[in-house]
């Protein structure tokens, strides 16, 4: 416990609550298509969401050796250089989150520490090679095999079941929703709560408690668990609503496509050590299960806002951890808390205007836009 200092502490901290905003801000993954076509009530959605994801983070630690000793150089990392990309993660989550976009938690704490790192120990403190390899092209790879997947899944299931009663067959796909569903949300847990256990792991052996190469402690694990798990159940209603309603008009055989073939990709990746965006292979798989229904209406302007989103999302989050990483690393302790209490004044900022607009359980599957203004856009539904 000797090397566990202030700074280690904040960092941890820090990091666990990125992990909460990574949980209400990917909730939709799992649960947004079982929301929209009524195989779950929302708050029994996200309270299964949330215990799955703490059951899931017991299950693997490839994703978060990945983090702690791949794609940066644990031997120049320090617990300032990480507190930096943590902000940026965090920002970059709230920011999108009030805009309703399914933008990528993951790509956000990698494109926070690649800037901080970058900023703070140089170029050759970051290991491109394994970004490419373990971020770069699982992120541009994985939505389309989930596509894919959900597209034929989704076209099998109607010539199946092309000759059954529609009322059996959404009952059918509506209990199957709940199973695939809850495998998202497992496999969510499995892949998103390592990389928190990833950064808390990287802050330990940067600071000496722990040596280079290890994994995460048992102690990690269950605080990253138990973070994610409890951002997931406060739900991040306003990303269900856009995936759920805001690509396409899901039924419950296009819901069970999309959440099995995103889950087979995302089991699969973690075990292998890939720590790919959830968000983007559930919205690939949501884009596929929409394409794979006859006459289903894909909306391509909110597909092609989300495609920019996951675009600039590693950038944007490098430029502010590597800001932030410049005002650490020169101002010390200062650095920190001046940083520390601007983040606090923009996460505050994002929350007050979020009331303007608020969406919740209740209103969840009312509307296809997210607006963070006090009315509602022309032609839009009843939300609040």
């Not at 034929?152 to 059996?168: D, G, H, M, N, V």
């Amino acid at each position: 416990m000797d090397h566990i200092t202030f700074l280690v502490a904040v960092v941890i901290v820090t990091a666990l609550a990125f992990d909460f905003t990574n949980g209400f801000h990917d909730t939709a993954n799992a649960m947004a298509t079982s929301i929209a076509t009524g195989a779950l009530r929302p708050r029994t959605a996200v309270l299964i969401s949330g215990v799955l994801n703490v059951v899931g983070a017991f299950l693997s630690t490839e994703v978060a050796k990945t983090i702690s000793g791949g794609i940066v150089d644990d031997t120049l990392v320090t617990p300032g250089m990480i507190f930096a990309g943590l902000v940026g993660a965090i920002l970059w989550n709230l920011a999108t989150w009030l805009l309703g976009l399914p933008s990528s938690s993951s790509h956000a704490l990698f494109g926070g520490l690649i800037g901080a790192v970058w900023v703070g120990a140089g170029e050759h403190g970051v290991h491109f090679d394994k970004v490419l390899e373990k971020v770069l092209l699982p992120a541009v790879a994985s939505p389309l095999i989930a596509g894919v997947a959900a597209l034929i899944a989704t076209y099998l299931a109607y010539r199946i079941t092309a000759r059954a009663r529609q009322k059996t067959v959404t009952k059918g796909f509506r209990i199957g929703q709940i199973a695939s569903a809850s495998l998202v949300s497992l496999a969510h847990g499995t892949n998103d709560a390592q990389k928190t256990m990833g950064v808390i792991t990287l802050t330990l052996i940067s600071a000496g408690a722990l040596g280079h190469d290890a994994g995460p402690p048992l102690w990690v694990i269950a605080s990253a668990g138990l973070a994610i798990g409890l951002g997931t159940y406060l739900g991040g209603w306003r990303i269900i609503r856009t995936m759920g309603k805001g690509l396409t008009d899901i039924q419950s055989p296009q819901g069970f496509a999309a959440e099995a073939a995103s889950t087979t990709v995302i089991l699969t990746s973690a075990h292998l050590g890939f720590a790919l965006s959830t968000t983007q292979v559930c919205s690939g798989g949501i884009l596929g299960a929409g394409l794979g229904r006859r006459l289903a209406e894909v909306r391509w302007g909110t597909a092609g806002r989300m495609v920019v989103a996951w675009l600039v999302t590693l950038p944007a989050a490098a430029l502010v951890g590597g800001l932030s990483a410049s005002v650490v690393t020169h101002g010390g302790n200062f650095g920190i808390v001046v940083i520390a209490l601007l983040a606090l004044a923009v996460a505050t900022f994002i929350v007050v205007m979020s009331r303007r607009n608020p969406v919740h359980a209740s209103n969840v599957n009312e509307t296809h836009e997210v607006s963070v203004r006090g009315t509602a856009p022309a032609g839009v539904g009843t939300a609040a």
